[in-house]
């Protein structure tokens, strides 16, 4: 019988609204506090004496960040997302308490190790906990909403950021943030407990050996955070010693790779169809649209004059087309989800090759920046589609790995191409050219094609 309109699974309903106002809370807290770091940091080093230790504090949780991903999906599959959550909301509260009681930089470092940590627990757990908690027809609304809470930190988090660190201090930044945490844990509470009481999932031979591959990959997890530490340091020091620094990126990357073996699903890197090809489409789609992103405010401002303050309308625009598509993606539209995936890839490529006329040619700027509006509803689309299908292709038996998965294609794809087009601009910081920005966003233009050429296979398997 077909279900009526009444009959449907509503998102903001007394049976789910607790769990959706909870992970809400937990995400909007969590993009405040990225959002922050930017801004407080800069105050925080000059008051500490420490310049030096700039770099090593924006690396610190990107390297714990990724070890933390591996963690976390081994844990939530085999005890189930509480567990992880908890970790993660404690993990988050100390990592809070040490920058906002900091005394010297070597607090700040820990606490910033602290708070990757805690990231990627409350990444992965979250998502386990909406598989569980939700039917698989609201998960689209739900991953839409993921990506709404972080256009309010993206376009007020910088400027409370620097009210609060005028008026306050810098510590409040930190400390003020833990004002959220306690209502969203309680909201939680109700799914929490449902996920408790449900019964565990029966482990079949094949599970326990995926279970047991995954283990291995630990150790690879561990050198991979370490590479992509290691490579962001090496990157900051790049222009005073080229070579010491392009030698320590180089066997970064090799590493990199050769862990990204290891712990990505066997098949990734030939978009085997099923889970592997939705891991390849995730690696190739962030790499793209992050790569673009982090030199788009930069190209701005050395080819086309921008102010700092006027080229910093690229992060509004991703934050406002990003939740767009989102919520495009969210809506009922009786299209097989494949599709919207290809549909926000192939934005993606188009959006992009468009923003390359930024570098390559004198045309108006509001063209390009209209380009990176579309790369960003194109972005919204399939990331969120990509979520869906990460658990339309999981059960309760592997959901948190593969979760954790796709999130370390992102983050070690994504710390590739940074990696890359950072060491290809450092050689070329004292004059950079309009080539070298052409490049970057080209490429960026491409891995989106091959991802629209790999969506296809993002299907279980016959």
Same mark, same amino acid.
């Given at each position: 019988m077909t279900t009526t309109a009444e009959a449907r699974p509503k998102l903001f309903t007394g049976q789910h609204l607790p769990l959706v106002l909870g992970v809400i809370g937990l995400v909007t807290l969590g993009a405040f506090e990225n959002r922050a770091v930017g801004t407080a940091l800069p105050t925080m080093v000059r008051e500490f004496d420490a310049l030096g230790s700039f770099g090593l504090a924006n690396a610190a949780p990107n390297a714990s960040y990724l070890i933390s991903l591996a963690i976390a999906g081994l844990w939530s599959d085999r005890r189930g997302p509480i567990p992880t959550l908890r970790a993660g909301a404690i993990s988050f509260t100390l990592a809070q308490l040490l920058v906002g009681t900091a005394t010297a930089m070597p607090m700040v470092i820990a606490g910033r190790l602290l708070s990757g940590l805690a990231e990627g627990l409350l990444d992965v757990s979250l998502m386990v906990l909406v598989a569980r908690a939700l039917p698989a027809v609201l998960r689209p609304r739900m991953?839409?909403?993921?990506?709404?809470?972080?256009?309010?930190?993206?376009?007020?988090?910088?400027?409370?950021?620097?009210?609060?660190?005028?008026?306050?201090?810098?510590?409040?930044?930190?400390? =003020?943030?833990?004002?959220?945490?306690?209502?969203s844990w309680l909201l939680l509470r109700p799914a929490m407990r449902q996920s408790a009481d449900a019964p565990a999932p029966e482990r079949t031979a094949e599970d326990a050996a995926e279970l047991a591959a995954w283990r291995a990959a630990l150790p690879w997890a561990l050198a991979a955070s370490v590479?992509?530490?290691?490579?962001?340091? !090496?990157?900051?020091?790049?222009? !005073?010693?080229?070579?010491?620094? =392009?030698? !320590?990126?180089?066997? !970064?990357?090799?590493?990199?790779?050769?862990?990204?073996?290891?712990?990505?699903?066997?098949g990734t890197f030939t978009a085997r169809r099923g889970f592997p090809a939705v891991v390849a489409v995730r690696g190739l789609g962030g790499a793209a649209f992050a790569g673009v992103g982090a030199y788009l405010p930069l190209l701005l401002t050395l080819q086309h004059d921008f102010s700092p303050s006027r080229a910093g309308v690229t992060l509004s625009i991703t934050g406002v087309c990003w939740a767009f598509g989102s919520w495009l993606q969210?809506?009922?539209?009786?299209?097989?989800?494949?599709?919207?995936?290809?549909?926000?890839?192939?934005?993606?490529?188009? =959006?992009l090759a468009v923003t390359s006329l930024l570098a390559w040619t004198d045309a108006t700027t509001w063209i390009g920046l209209i380009g990176w509006g579309f790369a960003g509803v194109g972005m919204g689309l399939s990331s969120s589609s990509l979520s869906v299908l990460t658990l339309d292709l999981s059960d309760q038996s592997n959901s948190g790995r593969n979760t954790s998965a796709g999130q370390m294609a992102a983050t070690m794809s994504i710390a590739t191409a940074l990696a890359i087009s950072g060491t290809l601009l450092a050689f070329n910081a004292d004059d950079p050219q309009p080539w070298v920005f052409g490049a970057i966003v080209t490429t960026g233009s491409v891995l989106a094609l091959l991802g629209f050429l790999a969506a296809p296979r993002a299907r279980r398997s016959q």
């Open positions: 991953f839409s909403l993921f990506a709404a809470m972080w256009i309010l930190p993206s376009v007020l988090g910088p400027v409370l950021t620097g009210v609060v660190t005028e008026q306050f201090g810098w510590r409040w930044v930190f400390l =003020g943030a833990l004002i959220l945490l306690v209502p590479a992509l530490f290691s490579m962001t340091l !090496a990157g900051d020091h790049l222009e !005073a010693h080229p070579i010491l620094g =392009g030698t !320590a990126v180089v066997v !970064a990357l090799a590493v990199l790779g050769r862990a990204a073996v290891r712990v990505m699903p066997a969210g809506r009922e539209h009786g299209i097989e989800r494949v599709v919207v995936l290809r549909t926000g890839l192939a934005f993606m490529t188009l =959006g």
